[in-house]
Structures are given as structure tokens and as C-alpha cells.
């Protein structure tokens, strides 16, 4: 690529503030969502009233460098040396991952003219306090007020952080909706997986959310589905594996189980008629990768192969109109364009977690041995990921 490439990363982190979920938070929900206790001389984060383990050090005081697991995701571990050993030296939180201002400027270092912000802790949050859903809504609530805050959902049209939603409850959702909106949110977060509300799981395209996403879809604001906790965390338990998450734990068989959430989730959106109500629909997939998009895509198109009179269109193409993937940089790249063409690929360097790279721009790399046109380079580092965040109002 050439010099002047500036990128636009679908997957840039913070690392929360101690008081992210506290500061906002509802006095009556205080005791219920997330709260900070000293615990042998540790400060450890309560998340209805247990101790959360999903980050082994959620206040993020010392931290291994971006991209340091990079060449293990690659599936570079020579010398077999554990994950913690490749962590490497921790060193104190880098003021860039939690000061927009500094953060700008490490941008400008990387070569990233703009970036999708997602939360670290928060991506666990939700399924957290899945047995207590008003305290979840509420902890979203309070988050999304200290993200737009302290980072700010479209900072210099460069930073846009991405507000946390949850379809638990519709009219709670409606109105996070429109207060994100207000503030000129120019994406929205969603767990992945079947919604848990107060009558049980539902799917995220059952009739009863449409007055939601009929707003979203008036709107123009693209929708994310981002790595994290869901509510298959339970199905492992099913197989003897422990249902608590906690960040680079390596279990064989939790490695190995084939359940894949988000495949499912747009399974569901496609299937279950979401996206012929509403066509007009852009959704992203960020930091899961692009594997399962080839088996889902020979799913559908058994399925329309099968029993064509069943759907409007095509399953294949409505998903491919309406979804935009962040490959992971070890994933089938050269496959992924033969099915998905380059309009709808997104760089996501996930920085500066660990398993991220060490520089964004070095997914270029990756891309020319995948046989990609510098043209269609540019479509992914920098074009698509720039369209995705301005609204298309429908």
C-alpha cells in the first residue's frame, strides 16, 4: 500500500475507568450492578455482589503490550511457552487507553484517521448479571453516560464509541436508543445470541423487537455484534466446563466446542424474516472472526436450494447486502473474498489488546498474501469501516 494510506479500524478498545459502571449509576440499582471491594488486599469488582472474574485485573493497572499474543493467534508458539509467560512484562495502564485526547494522537502515530470503540470489561457485563435483567439495564445505562462522557460517540469524527444496548426489555431499549441517537451515536452494541428477557430467550427477530428496529432502521445507525459473553456460556456446563468467563483462560474443550453464536444470531436474523421487514438494515460483526461465515453461507444456500418457495430471496444474498465481517488476520482471507466480495470486509486490529496486532496498518500485509488488489485494500483498511459510521436513514 502506499504511504499516504490512512486506516479506519472497525476494533479499537479502552480500558474502562474504575467508576464506568458507577459513576451514572441508579442508587436503587447501586447494590445490584457493579460495585468495588478490597479482597486480600486486592481491589476486586463485585457484579451482583460476587466477585467477576472475567478480567483477572479489571482495574487495569498494569497491562501487557498491544499485540503481544499476536503470534500465538497466528499460531506461532515455538518454545510451547504458556500464555501468561507471552503476556510478557506488565507495565502501567498507557494513558492513551483512557484519555480520548492522548488516544488521538497514538492514532495519528498508527496511521488511523478513525475507529469503532468498544468496551474490554463491558463485552462480559451483560451475561454477568443475566439473572438479574433490570440491574443489567441499568449498568448499560449508567456505562453508556460515562462512554459518552469520557469518549464520546462520534469525538472529532474520529472516535465513536459504540453505546451498549440490550433488548431485555423493549421500552428500556427504545429509549437508550434515542438518547444514544440524540448524542449522534453512529453504531450500537448488542450481545450476541437469543435475548433473555422476562418470558424467557427470544430471538433478536422476533416480531415483538420490531418497533425497535424499525427506529434503527429509520435512523440509519449500523448495528454491532461484537465478541464477548452470550447466553451460550451455558451450554458448556452441559459438557462438565466451568460457566464462568475469564479473558485467555485455555480449556481444551470450551477451545473446541463448535456452538457459534454468532453464526446462529444471523441464522436467526435471516431466517426468522428480519431483514425482508426491514431491508434497509446494516449490521457488523466485529472481533469474531470470519470462519463461520463460509459454513453458515452453505447452510442457506442448502436451505434455498431445498425449498426456494419458502423465502422472498435469496438467504446468501440478503446476508451478504445487510452485513459487514472483521476478519480475524489468521482466518481463510483469500475464501472469505471468493464469497463475500470486498465491500463488506472491515479491518479490525482490536487495539491494543493483547491478541490484536501491533500495528493496524500491518493487516496489509496479510491481505497481499491473500491475493487482495491494492484497490480492494483500500476498501477494507479504509473505506467500508469510514461508510459503516455514517447513518443511512430509511
Known sequence: MTEELKAFDADNHYYEALDAFTRYIEPEFAKRAMQWAEVNGRQML??????????????????????SLEQYFRGNNPRGESVKDLFGDLVPCDPAYRDREIRLKTMDSLGISGALFFPTLGVGMEQALKDDLPAARAAFRAFNKWLDEDWGFAYEERIFGVPYLTLSDLDNALEQLE????????????????????????????????????????????????????????????????????????????????????????????LHGLLHRFPHLRFAAIETGADWVAPLLKRLGKMYSQTPMAFPEDPREVFKRNVWVSPFY?????????????????????????????????????????????????????????????????
Open 46 to 67: 463485585l457484579v451482583g455482589g460476587k466477585i467477576n472474574r472475567f478480567i483477572p485485573n479489571p482495574t487495569f493497572d498494569r497491562l501487557s503490550a498491544p499485540g
Open 179 to 270: 438518547w444514544c441517537l440524540e448524542r449522534d451515536a453512529r453504531a450500537v452494541l448488542l450481545q450476541t445470541g437469543p435475548v433473555s428477557t422476562a418470558e424467557g430467550f427470544k430471538s433478536p427477530a422476533d416480531p415483538r423487537f420490531d418497533p425497535f428496529w424499525a427506529r434503527v432502521q429509520e435512523s440509519g445507525v449500523a448495528v454491532v455484534f461484537h465478541g464477548g459473553g452470550n447466553a451460550y456460556m451455558d451450554l458448556i456446563t452441559m459438557w462438565g466446563e466451568s460457566a464462568e468467563m475469564e479473558a485467555h483462560r485455555f480449556e481444551p474443550l470450551r477451545s473446541a466446542l463448535s456452538f457459534d453464536p454468532v453464526a446462529d444470531t444471523f441464522a436467526a436474523l435471516v
Open 330 to 394: 489468521e482466518n481463510d482471507l483469500a475464501g472469505l473474498r471468493d464469497i463475500m466480495g470486498c465491500d463488506h470486509l472491515l479491518l479490525g486490529s482490536d487495539w491494543p489488546h493483547t491478541e490484536g496486532l501491533v500495528d493496524p496498518l500491518s493487516f496489509t500485509v496479510d491481505l497481499t498474501e491473500a491475493g487482495y488488489t491494492e484497490a480492494e485494500q483500500r476498501l477494507i483498511m479504509h473505506d467500508n469501516g469510514t461508510k459503516l459510521v455514517q447513518r443511512q436513514p430509511h
